[in-house]
């Protein structure tokens, strides 16, 4: 039997995007909401990720809420058990838990006019009757599976990174791993350390800079903690380092020059082997897919039980992996580095907008939205790291919290004008939209020669913000009445 609840507003997932809708809604006195969450505990890809070795490639000052700055951190790049305890932490302190629901997987979500309200349907058949919808389930949580033949009768143990198995003890076994991207480079290492046997199937090859990483002493950390405005200060110091890469990344791909020096440096420090050299190194402008940091992925390539193939896979058989130029490895293991299926991550749930209008008819030109958060045709449906607001270049915490704002700016706009539901007007979507995928065209992603998840079907870039993230602040943290269509 179906159960029905009706808070004033459901959130969906319990990662930095949902937390942080949670907190400000609480911080502005607002109490009346669930937060659904599909896993056992909240983190999001936090939670989901725990392979050896994950860590933030953001420096952790600038990766974390700017309301909730945490001068405890123990590293530049805090490792995964890190960042969830201080999302657990700061849920905690601002009294979140109380409104999860955990093992609440969300199916479908449809409008419901004459209610004024949203149908969000669980798994269990579950049913909230909320005014609003705030989705916070991110871009990257579906995995994607490499389409190779004779995957299915492999006999071996098999799983991909963000679902690692770890009842599975790696120690002396021949591994193969498909992908080189920003997880397997952070995985890589520490398995090699154990495995007898390491294929990894590289089919780019990414660029890599030195990672800045390094503990923070406890005496710094007590500085950042007692000496007022100083762990704002190494934010701040961070925000505008990071955000200087985004001139080669979006104003021109000549700018990018410095960087791409670096990583070749790195690149010929750490490896000697002139043929292993010619492997790895891109054959595509830096920053058009994202730039990597490491200091142990390049090393670990040059042990002796490990080698890199370039050549492709032909197929897979029941215990092992044949190579394109047709050489059959034996392997034990096979772990998908190959990233997430990054559309279907919202198309997965059923989201039905007004007159039954689905989100894949509205998208099926290419997804989009105001500011990266409404939709018309959608009312009061709100998307945190929407179409267009991913980053190459900064953290997307900064994204987030913009979108907080601009999501608690609609609901203050429909609060001040008495309203049940607001949604965006489709010209000013289409304006947003318009300045932005003009200014994409002359960015690295799309001029940089390279293929990657940021493009679409039609190479259309529909994941990363073109500018820079004070631009987004500027334009996007308060919705313009002028933009919206109150309904009363
Ligand atoms: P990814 O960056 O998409 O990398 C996937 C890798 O698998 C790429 O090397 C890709 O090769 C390869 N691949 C995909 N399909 C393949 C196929 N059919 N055959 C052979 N190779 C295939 O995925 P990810 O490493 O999981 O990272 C995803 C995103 O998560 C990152 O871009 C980043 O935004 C985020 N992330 C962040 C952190 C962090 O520290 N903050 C850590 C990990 C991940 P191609 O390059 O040729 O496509």
């Given at each position: ?91 905690d ?43 916070g ?33 790696l ?30 199937f ?34 701040y ?17 000549r ?49 002796p039980?490990v ?60 997804a ?27 953290s ?6 913009v ?13 001040d ?22 200014r ?44 919206y269509?109150?309904?009363?």
């Amino acid at each position: 039997m179906s159960e029905q609840r009706n808070p004033a507003i459901v959130i969906v997932g319990s990662g930095f995007g949902g937390l942080g809708m949670a907190i400000q809604l609480i911080r502005s006195g607002f109490h009346d909401f669930v937060v659904l969450e599909k896993g056992d505990d909240l983190g999001g890809t936090w939670h989901e990720n725990t392979y050896p070795g994950c860590a933030c490639d953001v420096p952790s000052h600038m990766y974390s809420f700017s309301f909730e700055l945490n001068p405890g951190w123990t590293r530049m790049f805090a490792p995964q058990p890190e960042i969830k305890d201080y999302l657990r932490r700061t849920a905690d302190k601002y009294a979140v838990g109380s409104h999860i629901r955990y093992g609440s997987r969300v199916e479908r979500m449809e409008y419901d006019d004459d209610a004024r309200r949203w149908n969000v349907t669980l798994a269990d058949g579950t049913r909230y009757t909320p005014k609003a919808v705030v989705s916070g389930i991110g871009a990257l949580h579906v995995p994607s599976f490499p389409d190779i033949p004779g995957l299915d009768s492999f006999k071996g143990r098999a799983f991909h990174s963000a679902e690692w198995d770890h009842s599975y003890d790696l120690t002396g076994k021949r591994i193969a791993v498909i992908g080189t991207g920003a997880s397997a480079i952070q995985f890589v290492p520490k398995i090699a350390e154990r495995a007898a046997r390491l294929h990894l199937f590289q089919r780019t090859a990414p660029w890599i800079q030195p990672k800045p990483d390094q503990p923070i002493p406890k005496g710094v950390r007590r500085l950042l903690r007692t000496v007022p405005g100083a762990a704002r200060a190494v934010r701040y110091g961070i925000y505008w380092a990071l955000e200087a890469r985004a001139v080669g990344f979006t104003v021109d791909p000549r700018l990018s020059g410095p960087m791409e020096l670096l990583a070749r440096r790195h690149l010929a420090q750490q490896i000697p082997d002139p043929e292993l050299r010619r492997k790895v190194t891109p054959d595509y402008t830096i920053g058009c897919k994202r730039v990597l940091l490491s200091n142990d992925y390049y090393p670990a390539l040059t042990r002796p039980n490990v080698d890199l193939i370039t050549d492709g896979i032909a197929e897979v058989r029941e215990h092992s992996v044949v190579t394109a130029d047709g050489r059959e490895l034996e392997v034990d293991c096979i772990i998908y580095g190959t990233g997430f299926k990054v559309v279907d991550a919202l198309m997965e749930q059923q989201v039905v907008g007004r007159n039954g209008v689905k989100l894949q008819e509205l998208w099926a030109e290419g997804a989009e939205a105001h500011h990266g958060v409404t939709l018309p045709g959608f009312p009061n449906f709100f998307m945190l790291l929407g179409p267009n607001t991913g980053l190459g270049h900064n953290s997307v915490v900064f994204m987030i919290e913009v979108q907080l704002q601009h999501i608690l700016s609609c609901l203050r706009l429909l609060a001040d004008r008495g309203g049940d539901a607001i949604e965006p007007r489709p010209d000013a979507v289409r304006t947003f939209n318009d300045r932005l995928h003009r200014r994409l065209r002359r960015a690295v992603w799309n001029e940089g020669g390279c293929d990657s998840w940021y493009l679409d079907a039609n190479g259309v870039n529909r994941t990363l913000w073109p500018g820079f993230t004070f631009e987004y602040w500027k334009s996007s943290r308060r919705a313009r009445p002028e933009d919206y269509v109150i309904t009363r």
